[in-house]
T-cell receptor, first 113, second 115 residues
Framework: AQSVSQHNHHVILSEAASLELGCNYS??????LFWYVQYPGQHLQLLLK??????LVKGIKGFEAEFIKSKFSFNLRKPSVQWSDTAEYFC???????????FGAGTRLTVKP | DGGITQSPKYLFRKEGQNVTLSCEQN?????MYWYRQDPGQGLRLIYY???????QKGDIAEGYSVSREKKESFPLTVTSAQKNPTAFYLC??????????????FGEGSRLTVL
C-alpha cells in the first residue's frame, strides 16, 4: 500500500520568508499527487495537484510544488508567505484510479505577522 | 449549494454503543470516502466506495462498517469493536474514480467522543 511522509510537523515562519514543505511517498506504480490545505475552522481544500506533464505545478495563492520522480518527492513551496497562509498542509497520493487516496500526517504552518 | 453534509457535528457515545455518522452529497459524485483525523497522524482512510453497492476497506477498517445503497449517501457506523473511537471523522467525495481530477471534496466533519 502507498504511504506518504511529511518531514515537518510544525513550521514557524515570519511573513515574507520562503517556504518549503517536504513530502515523500512510497508507491509501486503511477501516482497522482496532491497538496491540500486546511485553514483554521475551514474544510480541507485542494491547493494543487500533479497528474502528468510538467513536474512543476502551480496552485492557488502563489503555491507551487515540484514532482521529482527519482526522489519520490513532491515538495510544496512558496517564495514569500503571508500571515493568511497559517494553516495545516497535507500531502496526498493516489494510485492511477484515484480511488484510495492516502494522506501524510500534515504540517502545521504558523506565519508570524 | 452543492456540497457534502455530515451529521451530527458533535456526538457523544457511551462505551459499548454503536453510532452511525451520516454523510450526504449532492455533487453527483461516484466515489465517497471516510477518513479519520487524529492529531499528528493526518487523515487515515477507513473505507471508500467507487460505486453504489460496492465499497472497499481502507487502512483502518477494523471496528467500522459502511453501506452505499444510494449514490448520494455513505453512512459510517462506528461499532463497539472499535477500540479507540474518539476522533474527528471526515467524509469526502470525488467525481469518476479513474479519469477525472481526483480532487476530493470534504465535509465539515463529525467529532465523536466516547465517554
Amino acid at each position: 500500500a502507498q504511504s506518504v511522509s511529511q518531514h515537518n510537523h510544525h513550521v514557524i515562519l515570519s511573513e515574507a520568508a520562503s517556504l518549503e514543505l517536504g513530502c515523500n511517498y512510497s508507491y509501486g506504480g503511477t501516482v497522482n499527487l496532491f497538496w491540500y490545505v486546511q485553514y483554521p475552522g475551514q474544510h480541507l481544500q485542494l491547493l494543487l495537484k500533479y497528474f502528468s506533464g510538467d513536474p512543476l505545478v502551480k496552485g492557488i495563492k502563489g503555491f507551487e510544488a515540484e514532482f521529482i520522480k527519482s526522489k519520490f518527492s513532491f515538495n510544496l513551496r512558496k517564495p514569500s508567505v503571508q500571515w493568511s497562509d497559517t494553516a495545516e498542509y497535507f500531502c496526498a497520493v493516489s494510485g492511477y484510479n484515484n480511488n484510495d487516496m492516502r494522506f501524510g500526517a500534515g504540517t502545521r504552518l504558523t506565519v508570524k505577522p | 449549494d452543492g456540497g457534502i453534509t455530515q451529521s451530527p457535528k458533535y456526538l457523544f457515545r457511551k462505551e459499548g454503543q454503536n453510532v452511525t455518522l451520516s454523510c450526504e452529497q449532492n455533487l453527483n459524485h461516484d466515489a465517497m470516502y471516510w477518513y479519520r483525523q487524529d492529531p499528528g497522524q493526518g487523515l487515515r482512510l477507513i473505507y471508500y466506495s467507487q460505486i453504489v453497492n460496492d465499497f472497499q476497506k481502507g487502512d483502518i477498517a477494523e471496528g467500522y462498517s459502511v453501506s452505499r445503497e444510494k449514490k448520494e449517501s455513505f453512512p459510517l457506523t462506528v461499532t463497539s469493536a472499535q477500540k479507540n473511537p474518539t476522533a474527528f471523522y471526515l467524509c469526502a467525495s470525488s467525481s469518476e474514480a479513474g479519469w477525472d481530477t481526483g480532487e476530493l471534496f470534504f465535509g465539515e466533519g463529525s467529532r465523536l467522543t466516547v465517554l
